[in-house]
């Protein structure tokens, strides 16, 4: 009930936002989102024991896919781009996690880095697909229906919270149940597991399905955003930014990834408008404070607070 | 726990909205002008803090009226400017975002170094309709893939680069039977390469391309990619390099001789002239991205600029600092056009219609905006050669080429113009 | 023939500097199991460090030979000073911790000292070319070579033999293998691991500086020159086995080569040689080429 509660709260609050913000805080929310839903899926394979350094691989399947659409076949449907980079990055990741899901460790996360430089490699050197510079998206309608010019970003927005709401349901569901236990199970003795009959690499495998399938659909949301897509979104610093915001949120709700994305855009914003000489010192120092005074991530301060209450 | 979850990200978000609000108003207060340009990572020193160097002097001594004619009047049109300074750090995902932060902090933006931001602003500098002067950034691609009202480039294209130093060298050699390049591995390492080598293949077919080494950017260290250089035969080496990988390579090339045995052209090595001085090897030849630099033409504008840039960070100007009084001056240019000899200050639509086709003035020389449907400068180009004399690395053997000899005429693009063999 | 003697050349140039650059990263996760991102800053800072001291000697009018120990001294400055400071006053605090916050404490360290050094040395580039050019050159192949390549090479060869020397033959280094094997076990022993810790951690960091300081007059000193290193240096640790020193320099050797030969025979996909090699060798071995044994916990 209360999830049901909370998720109804926070949907009409994007769609209010969506709506009635202005434009920059539409298209910051709009990010936030985006990265948001890819580090659910990080959050789900943290929750097996494993860290991945290539999500910026399916990121920029993503938004490489959605670009495309457009960019190629003249396709603008905003719904059309997200459905097909979350797919295209569904495939890809149900190939690669068939050599990756019998990893772990450092590994792993090593193999998934390897992958995404090796993508970034290949767009690197793609002169047809603009390069490093990359190039722009266009969308003008949803699902059929067109958007009045000017309100694209509106769209996407009440589009993208939709997406991240169930998503966070889905995964909310997903973690809470049984294949949540079993997750956890892999991640602290996959050999007991594989004794009790589950097989370790099956989950692995799922949950590395899951969590490319996620950082699809974030990457189209990005590029929906931005309008513009480029290999830097392949890139090994893309992959650790998540990563970094998966630390920050913690791996208790499937709220956390969001709030955390939100914090982290404040605070680099907040760093290049203030200090823009010296913002990467004070990323790194605030990085620091939250991870020395909140160690479980930010998750902590609302868990404190209700022990108390 | 999830309801107190969205109040919190709701409250914070208010909490944003308090301090990001407060857009500017262009009466009475000073003209606010974003300035966007490379603050940190190893393009800040030979590009980013110039042009923010440059952009700091010409907004002081524009409001103090001490620049030259036809310049003197305070500020833009009497109005004070003020700057607000942002870094382009980051990648163009990122750089949108702080676009959109700025815009309603600011009346216009000059800026962008990056040819992949200045793709990504564009288009959402017209959905936001704010009027944007690009003022670096090489790739033709920004008005020949697109029409933009209120995105203007007061700064050639990196075409000319290229197209300028193949004529050039194919002058004073015409007897080149090869050449090989070394570019940085990215979009503007492999379309500067891609110009070049249609180029020469276009003005001496027949020509051999012995090898093209494409490094990683940053890379730094080129021992393998020099040696295959030196062993693969070539007349000619060209490199669009720039910053440490530019000055990595003559410190590890010109000891093993690779100036001596090849005819080497670094395009758009004019900002390595002030770091590496006498070691860049007499013979080389040098593009400056434009008449600027050693190029500059001797009127008041470009002596103001360079006295007043020495004198206040005790080095000279580089082409960086160049095209960023030069974005600076147009814009002012229009301005004052645009105002006439009202007193109201004019509105951001009559200053993009005078900004429309201008032709000014700045310390590089002429400035026409005459492409991209009047949104696209175009600038004469100079090329020379080095040589060491009493101890300084001077310029000599100087050739101009007009404007129109390397830039393609308005509505061909750049790639097609060159392989048509440069067609008027 | 004539080719392959200047790839193969090229091949072990850029594979000692791959080793110097590597070794103290493996070392410090095999003993600390901490993924020093901040390893690339330290670097940097060698470098930094090594062009002030190594400048100012040679402004001096001194001979310019000492310049060569005013690049070791760098190294070990920046190895000691900083390598203490970051470990005595942030990471011993944090040893607790799961390994992948670690790895985000020294990605918050990196950019903090990115920044550092960009408001000490400022943003433009530093040269220092003098130590580069001294030694001269020699021909290989018919090309000519720095005499400085060879000079790194043995550098590589050196600090190569004398970690093996003190990890296999002095008691401290054997205490350090103990502590990597199994540092509860360690620690029952009597082995005070937190000094063991402190050395290793200084150690690395000296290599980390020492990789700077003689890649700096090879090339121009930029802020950024730390982040290409970071990838490249956790790709050979991971080839090579974590914690495996002879596995760095096996690691370092293969990716070298095969750079080399891409860069002469296919130069448009250098910019993957060194993931491909990486993502083969752990297809092969999962664990890299020389994972330590390890014993499983049921």
Partial sequence: MKLALASVVSLAALIGVSLFAPQWIVFMVMLVLAKGVVVLGLLVLMRTGLVSFGQGLYFGVGAYAAALLSHHWHISDAGVMLIAGAAAAAVVAALLGVLL????????????????????????KSAALGSTDGFNLHARTFFGIAIAPGYERRVFLAAGAVCAIVAALLTHRLISGYWGQLATAVRDNELRVSYL????????????????????????????????????????????????IAILGGTQSVAAPFFAAAIFEVLRTLGNQYAPNVWQLSLGLGMLAIIMFLPGGLWTIARKRRRSA | MKQRSTFVLSGLMTLLAIVFSAPASLAQQPIKVGIVTLLSGPAAGPFGVPARNAAELTAEMLNAGTVPAPYTQKGFGGTPIELVVIDEAGGPQKQVAEFRNLVPRVDIVIGYISSGDCLAIAPVAEELKKLTVLFDCGTPRIFEDASYKYVFRTGPTGTMDNVSVALYLLERNPNVKSFAGINQNYAWGQDSWADFENAMKTLKPGIEVKTSQMPKLFAGQFGAEITALLGSGADVVHSSMWGGD??????????????????????????AINRLGTRIPDGTILGARGPFGPFAPDTELSKWLKSGYQDRYQVPPNYASFK???????????????????????????????LENLTFEGPGGT?????????????????GTTKSEGGQLRMVDIVRYPADRVNPPEGMKSEAWIKSGLKK | MNALLPIAFDGVAYASWLFLVSAGLTLIYGVMRILNVAHGSLYALGAYAACSLAGAWLANQLPAAGSFAMLLLASVLVGCIAGTLLERGLLQWMYGRDEVVLVLITYAVFLIMEDVIKVIWGVDSLLLPEPYALPGSFSLGGLPYPVYNLLLIGLALVTGLALAWVLNRTRQ????????????MSMAVGINVSRVYLATFVVGATLAALGGAF??????VTPGIGVEVIVLAFAVVVIGGLGSLGGAALGALLVGLVRSATVHYWPEAELFSIYAVMAIVLIARPKGLFAAQEARKI
């Fill in chain 2, 367 to 383: 400035v026409k905006m005459a492409l991209g449907k009047g949104h696209q400068a175009i600038m004469d180009n100079a090329v």
């Fill in chain 1, 197 to 244: 009959g589950a097989s370790p690499y099956r989950v692995v495998y799922i949950n590395y399905l899951i969590a490319g399938t996620l950082a699809g659909l974030g990457g189209a949301l990005a590029a929906l955003a931005v309008g513009h897509v480029d290999p830097e979104t392949a890139y090994w610093t893309t992959s650790g930014e998540f990563v970094f």
């Fill in chain 2, 324 to 354: 960023m009084a030069q974005a600076i001056l147009g814009v002012k240019a229009a301005y004052e056009k645009a105002k006439g000899a009202g007193n109201d200050a004019p509105d951001q639509e009559k200053i993009i219609a005078a």
């Fill in chain 3, 215 to 220: 890649t700096a007059p090879t090339v121009a």
């Fill in chain 2, 246 to 271: 530019l000055e990595g390579l003559v410190l590890q090339g010109a000891p093993r001789g690779l100036f001596e045995k090849h005819k080497v052209i670094l395009s758009a090595g004019e900002p």
């Fill in chain 1, 101 to 124: 899901a019998g990893y772990r460790e450092i590994f792993f996360a090593m193999l998934s880095l390897a992958f995404s430089m090796i993508l970034y490699g290949l767009l690197v």
């Fill in chain 3, 173 to 184: 280094g054997k205490m350090l293998l103990a502590v990597i094997h199994d540092r509860e």
